[in-house]
């Protein structure tokens, strides 16, 4: 019977290790998509500014253009300026938006990379070197 007690005792005690294992597992994917809905949310909020600003140009150089209407070399020319200064803020704007969102990457990446980490180092389920590096 002390044979069988212990057996128990210590199936036990395994499978409280792996549930503790699994907590942490579900805490950290929690985290990465805590991170994940934070940086989608800047970049939502980014785009909206940035669309804000374009309209507001865009609404604001629409009377000029109008009312220029008798020198029509004047008007296409204005044109053209006003096209490729929304080109280079569209460019911008695009490298602005690149950069938040690789960070935002980053932060759930390293998350993520820390609780595998942990998990290599830690007690009964050791991942093998192979395949963590996968």
């Known amino acids: 019977m002390d ?3 212990q057996a128990f005792g ?3 005690k395994f499978f409280s290790e792996i549930l503790e294992i699994q907590m942490r597992n ?3 994917i929690r985290l990465a ?3 994940t809905l934070a940086g989608v ?5 980014h785009q909206a500014e940035m669309l804000d600003g374009i309209l507001r140009r ?4 629409l009377p000029s253009s109008l009312a220029s209407g008798s020198d029509i070399r004047a008007a296409i020319v204005g044109q053209i ?3 490729k200064t929304a080109i280079q803020e569209g460019q911008a704007n695009s490298n602005i938006l690149a950069e938040l969102a690789a960070r935002s990457s980053g932060d759930v990446a390293n998350t993520l990379q820390s609780r595998l980490m942990a998990l290599r180092r830690s007690g009964p389920c ?4 192979a395949a963590a590096d996968a």
């Open 41 to 45: 949310g800047v970049l939502a909020q």
């Open 81 to 83: 300026d006003s096209i």
């Open 58 to 61: 865009s609404l604001a150089a």
């Open 26 to 28: 579900v805490e950290a």
């Open 10 to 12: 210590g199936g036990l």
């Open 126 to 129: 050791r991942i093998p070197a």
């Open 33 to 35: 998509q805590q991170k």
């Open 3 to 5: 044979g069988a007690s």
